[in-house]
């Protein structure tokens, strides 16, 4: 029997590893394993927009629009967390936004450039330039336990166990290995030292009343979400630290309230921290490796800093292809 692990519980391992099970490769034993509990990690805090930072990444975008889009057809928000939001980001960089709309301005719905009186009508204070869109927005605490549950329905197993190499797992007889460990992914694999953290800080509101995004320069924003409205963010590269501290709060609040007065002493319900994992580019590689005799197959899937929501479900069936030529040359080489 063929065994599979995937090291981390996030959205990306937990999208890798419903589409191996999918697979339906015969007798094949899937195990995702996880050190902490899912509400510790970065994936359970985010809003999940619809927007990708690099142009070269859109493909896997236009993957992951297309299974948003599946389930927004197919199965209720409050159980997958993904809703359909429309909304705007401002700058007073127009190639900012062009950069916008090259990257996904054909994948999302009804993009377009604002007039000057819809800026000045819409916006307190406004930049010179508005896009507008329509896409999706997953939230993380409902989209990836949704996805854990649909991998469990399909014989996934899932082991909380803290490794330092992916080594430990090849010695417990696994096949292939996916390491989709985040920011201790460039660790695990033991020959990538490129990541780091970007440290972001979001605040849950109360504000049932906005329902759609609103963003200045990518930073500063609002995201509804089912129950509350999230107001974000900072984003500090190479900082490790998660407290989140009152110069944190003030900072966000007093950008977001130039940009929106309405939203002034918001009451605060909630609030989030969490270290993007990123990298130069997404990490998306098979590596085979030999252990006293034994071959096996490594792949790396990792590094997609604060796109995992929008680039998770594309990049998976990247490494799910690469799994699936393991496992066929591991499943022929017993026959």
Known sequence: MPKVAIVGEGVIGCSTALQIAKLAIPDVKITVFHDRPFAETCSAGPAGLFRIDEEANREYGKR???????????????????????GHIQSDSRERLEQQKRAYGDIV????FLEQREINDLFSEPSRYCIH????A??????????????????????RKTLKSLEELAEEGYDVIVNCGGLSGGKLAGDDDTVYPIRGVVLD??????????YRDFITFTIPKESSVVIGSVKQDNRWDLEITDTDRQD???RYVKLHPAMTNPKIIGEWSG??????????????????????TIVHHYGHGGNGFTLGWGTAMEATQLVKSALLGTTASKI
């Open 64 to 86: 992951t629009f297309a299974w948003f889009a599946h389930l927004h057809r197919t199965a209720k928000g409050d159980e997958t967390g993904v809703k359909l939001l429309s």
């Open 109 to 112: 719905y009804n993009f377009r």
């Open 133 to 136: 869109y329509t896409a999706f």
């Open 138 to 159: 997953s939230e993380g605490n409902k989209y990836v336990p949704y996805l854990k549950r649909l991998a469990l329905s399909e014989g996934v197993d899932f082991e």
């Open 205 to 214: 509101v109360e504000a049932h009343w906005h329902k759609h995004f609103n």
């Open 252 to 254: 966000i609040l007093d």
């Open 275 to 296: 270290l993007r994992p990123a990298r130069k580019s997404i990490r998306i590689e098979k590596v085979e490796k030999k252990l006293d005799g034994k071959l096996y």
